[in-house]
């Protein structure tokens, strides 16, 4: 995303997180322009029921959070490391000043930002109106090609559980397990050692 040493000469720290740290949380104030040096964030919300739903989950270098920098509302979801990371926070102000002085850098933050509101009208669509196999697919498939950019048959070994693949789809874990194995059986999916590959 933003070269790294450009966000530090703009003021901007790193800082750790453990596993299950929450980077920011569901209500707060946007302050910061959030960057994955290293690890993997999860943006998600705790229903009433006490379900959790998962929006998305970040790697590096990917930043997360920024809607919030530009609308200066809430965050309308938590993030939370999912494993030890070293995300990079710059201040909202000098966020927001490094983009005006860096066109190019500004156009970078608006082309991933189309594609997550791509993502999510994709899903959306997918989770109210298709059959498993295809969500499955389809999710496995924008992370492939828009995420790693890989193109190769079964190139893209699947970082996600099967609870994981369930939450960002609407379904169950049970109905997850049995849908790999179909997508399998048609060559649809490969798995080895209870991985898959896509």
């Known amino acids: 995303m933003i070269p790294s040493d450009l966000l530090l000469k703009n003021g901007a720290i790193i800082k750790s997180f453990s596993k299950n740290d929450f980077v920011f949380k569901e209500g707060q104030k946007a302050n910061y322009y ?17 379900k959790e739903f998962i929006q998305s989950f970040f790697k590096p270098p990917q930043s997360f959070g920024e ?21 990079i926070l710059l201040k909202k102000a000098s966020f927001i000043k490094l983009l005006k002085s860096q ?19 994709i899903m959306a669509t997918e989770i109210s109106y298709q059959e498993p196999e295809h969500r499955v697919l389809r999710l496995l498939d924008y992370l492939k090609y828009n995420i790693y950019n890989l193109n190769e048959p079964f190139s893209f070994k699947v970082g996600l559980t099967r609870q994981e693949i369930a939450d960002l789809t609407g ?28």
């Open 67 to 87: 809607p919030p920098l530009f609308t200066d509302i809430d965050y309308p979801a938590n993030a939370i490391a999912t494993t030890k990371s070293e995300i």
């Open 171 to 198: 379904l169950r874990v049970e109905t997850v397990i049995r849908t790999t194995r179909n997508l399998q059986k048609k060559n649809e999916l490969k798995i080895k050692n209870r991985k898959l590959y896509r």
């Open 103 to 121: 066109p190019e850098i500004h156009l970078k933050i608006t082309t991933a930002l189309a594609h997550r509101l791509y993502y999510k009208s």
């Open 34 to 50: 959030f960057q994955i040096v290293s690890g993997e964030v999860k943006m998600n919300n705790i229903l009433e029921s006490g």
